[in-house]
């Protein structure tokens, strides 16, 4: 507790605020691309302490909510096949995908189990081997390599039995496709420090030089998220565009060598489509050819998918933080946690859950309905 505790303090949260306040002379857009960040920022209200011109635009960094309606329909057409013992993170269980969900499939009959680590499921493979076993492989750069890692050894194994089904997104494409768009407000990013742990920070200069746009890696505690929107403000005001790392204790620039030797491994970069938002070049990582027995696509036959999003939903445009929420007709009325109509109202990085949970009473309507208890955001890992 020692290190939570540290990073809670209130009088250096003051401190720094007062540095940010003296800072600021004008407005500034600021995204944090984490989901994590953002529930962290709405949890303890970093927003609300921050002068009226520093704008914190919520990014897509949500590993749930991106993940394609077309996937979460492959997977729901694997996992109630009878010979599968579909496994996933949590989260996923409750994703809406066209028609229904994993909890529907499971409740009809289907083997859905949660697990807490690929190896699990490796571990599933092995204790059934008249089974297929197809563990749900989605997320970041911090969710990759525990899934290469996994496939690495369902093939030196030789399990036959093990497949993933893969939807692995990478951050750097995402910040690329966000500067690029038309209607972008971003003048500053808040980097996630998990991503980069794995990664390191060599993506990141390119893009700043690009964009002219600073970018601050940044952790995940309140003091952390405030030092790097300090940092950020700083070089806004001085008209600089580098890249900081605010979160040294997990991150260096070089990243996690093992990992990223997995990754290279197991890995090739493919294009890939982002739920609300759309295909975006080089985005994603898919089995290499190497691997590829091991991809439940190019097991199962899952080609024929039709897929239809819920016209009110408005994820898309909150993933890409061109509307709050709260700005939402269905945000706490037909959409809750319990009865989500979108992906970021399930995620428990996702913002809608981040303000359904933290913000419902006071910046949206109030919810029809019993309140959900903070356990009930399943974690995806
Ligand atoms: S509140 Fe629900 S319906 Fe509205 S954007 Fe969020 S997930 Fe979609």
């Known amino acids: 507790m020692k290190y939570i505790d540290e990073f809670n303090d209130p009088d250096l949260a003051r401190r720094l605020l007062d540095e940010i306040h003296a800072t600021v002379t004008r407005p500034w857009a ?16 970093v927003d609300q302490l921050l002068p009226e ?8 960094g949500c590993p749930v909510c991106v993940t394609p309606l077309d996937v979460i329909d492959k997977a729901l057409e694997i996992a109630a096949r009878p010979e599968v013992i579909f496994c996933s993170f949590g989260d996923m269980l409750r994703v809406p995908g066209t028609d229904r969900d994993l909890f529907r499939v499971k409740g009809e ?5 949660v697990v807490y680590s690929p190896l699990d499921a490796l571990d599933l493979a092995r204790k059934n081997p008249d089974r297929q076993v197809v563990f749900f492989a989605i997320g970041f750069e911090t969710t990759a390599p525990a899934n290469a890692m996994a496939v690495h050894q369902a093939r030196r194994l030789g399990l036959g039995n093990f497949t993933l089904l893969v939807s692995h997104v990478r951050v750097p494409p995402a910040i690329e496709a966000i500067m690029r768009a038309p209607q972008c407000r971003v003048q500053a990013f808040l980097a996630a420090g998990h991503v980069c742990s794995v990664m390191g920070t060599a993506e990141y200069p390119e893009l700043a030089d690009r964009h002219r746009v600073p970018v601050v890696v940044t952790g995940f505690e309140p003091l952390d998220i405030l030092e790097g929107i300090r940092r950020a403000v700083r070089q806004l005001e001085r008209g600089e565009h580098r890249v900081e ?17 997995m990754l290279e491994e197991v890995f090739e970069v493919t294009d890939r489509n982002w739920r609300g938002i759309g295909p975006i070049p080089a985005s994603g990582w898919r089995l290499s050819e190497t691997y590829r027995d091991y991809d439940a696509e190019h097991r199962f036959d ?9 016209a009110v939903c408005r994820a898309g445009e909150v993933l890409q933080g061109l509307i709050k929420p709260t700005e939402c007709e269905a945000f706490g009325r037909a959409c809750t946690p319990r009865t989500p109509l979108g992906a970021t109202m399930v995620s428990s990085e996702g913002a809608c859950a981040a303000y359904y949970l933290y913000r419902r009473m006071t910046d949206g309507p109030a919810p029809r309905g019993s309140r959900i208890p903070r356990e009930e955001l399943n974690t995806v890992g």
């Open 53 to 60: 011109q520093v704008e914190l635009i919520h990014g897509p």
């Open 30 to 45: 600021l995204m944090e691309v984490c989901g994590g960040q953002t529930h962290s920022i709405i949890r303890h209200g």
């Open 302 to 310: 899952v080609t024929g998918i039709r897929t239809e999003e819920p």
């Open 245 to 261: 790392n605010a979160y040294p204790r997990a991150v260096r620039e070089q990243g996690n060598p093992a990992a990223l030797s």
């Open 109 to 113: 009959g289907g083997d859905v189990r």
